[in-house]
């Protein structure tokens, strides 16, 4: 039965934009390392896969891979991925209560209806927009800045974002060696548009061939810029390389340790007789 490996792809999404590289700002991690993969939480794993065949050297199971990106000091992604839509509803219903309550009260003696509306336009915080790759055009996203505890930003223009809770980052393809050589068969799942769920990657690696192979994995970022009068989520590319290491082990018979075939009959000692009592 195939096993199902995971490659979690953690990134410090603001440190790569900064530096515009993901050397010493990425790092990776496998289910591996009790088989064998090498340098875990570096941007250098090798990736352990131990593959089957069978006693005449045939290939008895294929593994399959599970690429999981995110990002580091942002939202983890076990929330809904619905999370950020969700906060931004709630936030928008808070404001219209607020004013709600203002309308009630602004006949009262002593409200601040200035500074009470200045303060609850604070609180609604700022659109961000991204484009389209299927239109090919702005669109809002129904996302509000965030800071890294899920707190809405209010930012103007040109303001700086403190502690900005950025965008989770895309692998956008895996190639390189291991897929050239058939070695892996990378497949995609989910949906390519930021403004919708995101996508991941997962390959079947193809172990009877055993050896160290590289992979590339093409992962694209977003950075929030200031253009055209709005906040706009920008993407930006970039490249990083990995290996994997692939073993090839005869497949055994969990009971007996040796090949597949017939369970062997075992001699098991006789139960004891019961003697009977006569009526």
């Given at each position: 039965?195939?096993?199902?490996?995971?490659?979690?792809?953690?990134?410090?999404?603001?440190?790569?934009?900064?530096?515009?590289?993901?050397?010493?700002?990425?790092?990776?991690?496998?289910?591996?390392?009790?088989?064998?993969?090498?340098?875990?939480g570096?941007?250098?794993?090798?990736?352990a896969?131990?593959?089957?065949?069978?006693?005449?050297?045939?290939?008895?199971?294929?593994?399959?891979?599970?690429?999981?990106?995110?990002s580091?000091?942002?939202?983890?992604?076990t929330?809904?991925?619905?999370?950020?839509?969700?906060?931004?509803?709630a936030?928008?219903?808070?404001?219209?209560d607020?004013?709600?309550?203002?309308a009630?009260?602004?006949?009262?003696?002593?409200?601040?209806?200035?500074?009470?509306?200045n303060?609850i336009r604070?609180?609604?915080?700022?659109?961000?927009?991204v484009?389209?790759a299927?239109?090919?055009?702005?669109?809002?996203?129904?996302?509000?800045?965030?800071?890294?505890t899920?707190?809405?930003?209010?930012?103007e223009?040109?303001?700086?974002?403190?502690?900005?809770?950025?965008?989770?980052?895309?692998?956008?393809?895996?190639?390189?060696?291991?897929v050239?050589?058939?070695?892996i068969?990378?497949?995609?799942?989910?949906?390519?548009?930021?403004?919708?769920?995101?996508?991941?990657?997962?390959?079947s690696?193809?172990?009877?061939?055993?050896?160290?192979?590289s992979y590339?994995?093409?992962?694209q970022?977003?950075?929030?810029?200031?253009?055209?009068?709005a906040?706009?989520?920008?993407?930006?590319?970039?490249?990083?390389?990995s290996?994997i290491?692939?073993?090839?082990?005869p497949k055994?018979n969990?009971?007996?340790?040796?090949?597949?075939?017939?369970?062997?009959?075992?001699?098991?000692?006789?139960?004891?007789?019961?003697?009977?009592q006569?009526?």
């Open positions: 039965m195939s096993q199902q490996l995971a490659i979690i792809v953690l990134i410090d999404v603001a440190g790569a934009l900064q530096d515009r590289t993901l050397k010493d700002n990425l790092y990776l991690f496998d289910n591996m390392k009790l088989q064998g993969s090498e340098h875990e570096t941007g250098h794993l090798v990736t896969i131990n593959g089957t065949h069978w006693r005449d050297g045939s290939q008895a199971d294929e593994q399959v891979l599970n690429w999981l990106p995110c580091l000091g942002s939202i983890p992604p929330v809904p991925r619905n999370f950020h839509v969700e906060r931004a509803r936030n928008d219903q808070e404001v219209l607020e004013l709600v309550d203002l009630d009260r602004s006949g009262t003696a002593g409200t601040d209806v200035v500074g009470e509306l303060r604070a609180k609604i915080g700022t659109r961000t927009q484009k389209s299927r239109q090919g055009r702005e669109l809002h996203t129904g996302h509000k800045v965030m800071d890294i899920g707190q809405i930003v209010s930012a223009s040109g303001d700086a974002i403190p502690a900005l809770n950025n965008r989770a980052p895309i692998i956008t393809n895996i190639t390189g060696e291991a050239d050589k058939n070695i068969y990378p497949a995609l799942y989910g949906s390519p548009d930021l403004v919708t769920d995101g996508w991941y990657w997962s390959a690696v193809a172990t009877g061939t055993p050896g160290t192979y590339a994995m093409e992962i970022l977003h950075e929030l810029v200031w253009a055209s009068g906040w706009r989520w920008e993407s930006v590319n970039m490249t990083h390389s290996r290491k692939v073993a090839s082990y055994r969990g009971f007996t340790k040796a090949g597949m075939g017939l369970l062997p009959i075992v001699n098991l000692p006789a139960f004891p007789e019961v003697a009977t006569q009526a």
